[in-house]
């Protein structure tokens, strides 16, 4: 019921969750109504980060939450439009006394966006009061007691009201004008090849990690098909937050003691500290989004010629004639998802062996990753594309990788259809095939299946030389130095 005018609104970002939900707990405190909303914002639909993976997830996730709340005959309010619009509508209606969200460190558009909030609040008298994002830290300049600080953090009991005890705008009270826009049918259809979103999933996901695939984890965490099943695969449930942190890592905890899991738990709750470690880097140095975190790579010079950048679409389609990465590209089309080791292979081929400027797929990986974070993206991106001048740069060798993380060719055979009558001698380095083979495995290198586009050998070399003689030039260890005294962990080693 609407017990006075006003009410307390909770808007959604990326945090859509019922549960341990920071600013919905605060929200609720008062007893004053309750509404929860989420914005559909122009901004992020046409944004060239965003697919409509991501809004089928978000849109997944919206429904689960909506069916919980029709229990306590409550419903979200979906609304299209640009924030500060809406939310001047929404005032005229149901007055809005304070807006609770989680701090979102994210791309440069919603950084603006939020400054015009911030402003419109101001203007309206209204109080806008934002929750931390896992443990990150705002304005943060140096990291010392960071590790304290996320300990503290996610050993922090979860934000939870009973949902039966908040007192929720009721659906009748919904007459705002633009009231809960029908989403696109596109967004509704589900795509079985894709993880799908949604509180219940997530928590799905993560009981079937701890009572069977996690095991492994820390043996099978390389592989292309062995870690599909032996990773958590929680993240786009993190990047969308249909989860938190803190629920994964104090479920983590009271897994800790499982017999001959040990090693597996241990690496899985580093990543989850590795989490917030990136995100916190994104935030301190949102620039990343455009120029390279160390600012003397401005100066690298990329191949820009049209033999380049049909290199670089190449890559874009799995097109390259290197089989393992072909199949990595054409997986994530198809699935949203790669482990970690084949994405900074994937970095590394376009930014060593291609020599193509880091922005040049930068965003096409954004919108092929389910899990797409900003926070972690950008930060990872750097790193394997070799612009922080103060990392190792890992340069990856397509055929090695292939050959020692799927030896059998199951992943590339699964991808890559076409070269799936190749035995596994041939099947790493189709090129070799001879005119005879070709003919007797039925392919036709060139139409069938690409030549590779570039020699191998000769690249690698030329990145390493490039690549290792620009980081030592001063301007580079100038700014390496200043970036490990705002990034880094004291005692850590530093490339994490
Ligand atoms: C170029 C590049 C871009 C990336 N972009 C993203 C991204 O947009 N979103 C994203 O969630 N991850 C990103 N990663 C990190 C990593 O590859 C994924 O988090 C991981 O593969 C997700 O699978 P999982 O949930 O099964 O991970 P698990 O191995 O089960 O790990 C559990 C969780 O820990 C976190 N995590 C794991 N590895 C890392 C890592 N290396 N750095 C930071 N956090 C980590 C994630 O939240 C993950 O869900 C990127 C890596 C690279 C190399």
Not at 82 to 89: D, K, P, R
Not at 132 to 149: C, E, P, S
Not at 439 to 461: C, H, N, R, T, V
């Amino acid at each position: 019921m609407l017990t006075s005018g006003q009410i307390n609104l909770v808007w959604l970002k990326r945090d859509l969750r019922l549960r341990d939900h920071e600013a919905l707990f605060n929200a609720s405190k008062s007893g004053m109504p309750v509404l929860l909303i989420y914005i559909i914002e122009p901004i992020l639909v046409d944004d060239p980060h965003y697919d409509i993976r991501h809004w089928r997830f978000i849109c997944q996730s919206l429904q689960d939450m909506n069916q919980q709340l029709s229990q306590f005959n409550s419903q979200l309010l979906i609304v299209h439009g640009e924030v500060t619009s809406v939310f001047e509508q929404l005032n005229n209606t149901l007055p809005i006394k304070h807006i609770y969200s989680h701090q979102e460190i994210g791309l440069a558009n919603t950084f603006e966006r939020d400054k015009a909030v911030k402003r419109w609040c101001d203007t309206n008298a209204v109080i806008w009061s934002e929750s931390t994002y896992g443990a990150v830290i705002r304005g943060l300049t140096q990291r010392h007691d960071w590790d304290k600080n996320w300990q503290k953090r996610m050993r922090h009991p979860c934000f939870d009201r009973p949902l039966e005890k908040i007192n929720f705008v009721q659906s009748e009270h919904l007459v705002f004008q633009q009231q809960n826009t029908e989403l696109p049918e596109q967004w509704q259809t589900p795509n079985p090849q894709f993880q799908a979103g949604g509180e219940k999933r997530a928590w799905f996901t993560m009981h079937h990690f701890f009572t069977d695939r996690g095991k492994d984890y820390a043996y099978s965490i390389s592989s292309p098909t062995a870690s599909r099943k032996a990773c958590s695969r929680l993240s786009p449930y993190l990047a969308w937050g249909n989860i938190s942190l803190r629920q994964v890592y104090q479920f983590t905890l009271g897994n800790w003691q499982k017999k001959g899991w040990r090693r597996s738990l241990v690496a899985f709750t580093s990543r989850l500290h590795w989490h917030c470690h990136f995100v916190q880097k994104f935030e301190s140095e949102i620039e990343m989004q455009v120029r390279p975190v160390n600012r003397a790579y401005e100066n690298y010079q990329y191949d820009e010629s049209d033999r380049g950048k049909a290199n670089v679409e190449a890559w874009k389609q799995g097109q390259t004639g290197f089989p393992l990465i072909d199949a990595c590209m054409r997986c994530l089309h198809q699935t949203g998802y790669l482990n970690f080791r084949m994405r900074s292979m994937l970095v590394s081929f376009l930014c060593h062996q291609l020599d193509a400027d880091w922005r040049s797929g930068v965003t096409h990986l954004a919108r092929l990753f389910l899990d797409f974070e900003p926070g972690i993206h950008y930060p990872q991106f750097h790193m394997q594309a070799g612009i922080t001048g103060i990392n190792l740069i890992r340069l990856y060798n397509p055929i090695k990788q292939s050959q020692e993380k799927d030896p059998e060719g199951v992943f590339i055979r699964r991808w890559c259809p076409e070269l799936a009558e190749l035995p596994n001698e041939l099947l790493h380095q189709p090129w070799q095939l001879t005119l005879m083979e070709q003919q007797m495995y039925d392919i036709k290198l060139g139409s069938d299946y690409p030549l590779p586009i570039i020699d191998f050998e000769i690249s690698a070399k030329a990145a390493r030389d490039k690549l290792w003689a620009f980081q030592k030039r001063d301007d580079v260890q100038a700014e390496g130095r200043r970036i490990l005294k705002r990034h880094t962990l004291p005692n850590r080693p530093k490339n994490i």
